[in-house]
């Protein structure tokens, strides 16, 4: 055989060990394939929850009269709320402790306060129908039994304050809804007069300011007097009662 045959044999060998050990090791490896996860984020949107502003709008009262009361439950007015002050830093002004004084001296002698509201007829301009109720009243007080004084009620003189301070603010001369019978009395300086004047009670036909001065079911008073005019109004007194 000649010689170059023989080498083209062995080339021939070679390559096809070669190949088939190509295949053997292509046939090994694994092809990875990597299939990447999709990573979803679901965003929760938070909603805010926002309260509906109410603003109450109270009624204002006006007159041309150089005093007026108010016995008759109006649209109430919330009353902010504000820290109470702790008891031994309330105190009421000489005024308001003076008019807790004087309704209490009319309810524990109510026979002998008829001489007070004479005195004050002699210079009072009331009108006829205004004489006829204060006879009226003195007729009903010389028949009254003496009453128990009312104690202070500083909870009471502190919601009074508070619901002042409001008045003044927006300039209103109504009720609040305090829960106790109140009274509200405006463009009287003197103290005494502006007793009387509540005890009379010309205005109001169920005499309903009266009524709370000389009820006998109560026990407890606070009595503020607005440091300020409420609708052109100076000398105004709140007046609480329980």
């Given at each position: 055989?000649?010689?170059?045959?023989?080498?083209?044999?062995?080339?021939?060998?070679?390559?096809?060990?070669?190949?088939s050990l190509l295949?053997?090791?292509?046939?090994?490896?694994?092809?990875?394939?990597?299939?990447?996860?999709?990573?979803?984020?679901?965003?929760?949107?938070?909603?805010?929850?926002?309260?509906?502003?109410?603003?109450?709008?109270?009624?204002?009262?006006?007159?041309?009269?150089?005093?007026?009361?108010?016995?008759?439950?109006?649209?109430?007015?919330?009353?902010?709320?504000?820290?109470?002050?702790p008891v031994a830093?309330?105190?009421?002004?000489?005024?308001?402790?003076?008019?807790?004084?004087?309704?209490?001296?009319?309810?524990?002698?109510?026979?002998?306060?008829?001489?007070?509201?004479?005195?004050?007829?002699?210079?009072?301009?009331?009108?006829?129908?205004?004489?006829?109720?204060?006879?009226?009243?003195?007729?009903?007080?010389?028949?009254?039994?003496?009453?128990?004084?009312?104690?202070?009620?500083?909870?009471?003189?502190?919601?009074?304050?508070?619901?002042?301070?409001?008045?003044?603010?927006?300039?209103?001369?109504?009720?609040?809804?305090?829960?106790?019978?109140?009274?509200?009395?405006?463009?009287?300086?003197?103290?005494?007069?502006?007793?009387?004047?509540?005890?009379?009670?010309?205005?109001?036909?169920?005499?309903?300011?009266?009524?709370?001065?000389?009820?006998?079911?109560i026990s407890y008073?606070?009595?503020?007097?607005?440091?300020?005019?409420?609708?052109?109004?100076?000398?105004?007194?709140?007046?609480?009662?329980?």
């Amino acid at each position: 055989m000649p010689r170059q045959f023989k080498t083209s044999v062995k080339l021939l060998l070679s390559l096809l060990l070669l190949g088939s050990l190509l295949n053997t090791l292509l046939a090994q490896t694994v092809k990875k394939t990597t299939t990447p996860q999709k990573k979803t984020v679901t965003v929760t949107k938070k909603a805010a929850t926002v309260k509906p502003k109410t603003t109450t709008v109270a009624k204002k009262t006006t007159g041309t009269a150089t005093k007026t009361t108010v016995v008759k439950k109006t649209i109430p007015v919330k009353a902010t709320n504000t820290k109470p002050l702790p008891v031994a830093e309330l105190k009421m002004s000489s005024r308001e402790t003076q008019m807790v004084n004087e309704i209490n001296l009319v309810r524990s002698d109510p026979p002998g306060y008829v001489k007070f509201i004479k005195e004050y007829l002699k210079t009072a301009h009331l009108s006829k129908h205004g004489i006829t109720v204060a006879n009226e009243l003195m007729d009903e007080l010389k028949r009254l039994q003496p009453l128990g004084s009312l104690i202070v009620s500083w909870d009471m003189y502190h919601e009074a304050r508070d619901y002042g301070k409001l008045m003044m603010e927006n300039n209103i001369t109504e009720h609040s809804d305090l829960p106790y019978n109140e009274n509200l009395s405006f463009g009287i300086e003197n103290i005494r007069e502006a007793i009387i004047d509540l005890l009379i009670d010309e205005e109001i036909p169920n005499r309903g300011h009266r009524r709370n001065i000389l009820k006998k079911e109560i026990s407890y008073i606070a009595v503020h007097e607005l440091p300020g005019k409420v609708d052109d109004f100076q000398y105004c007194y709140i007046q609480e009662f329980k």
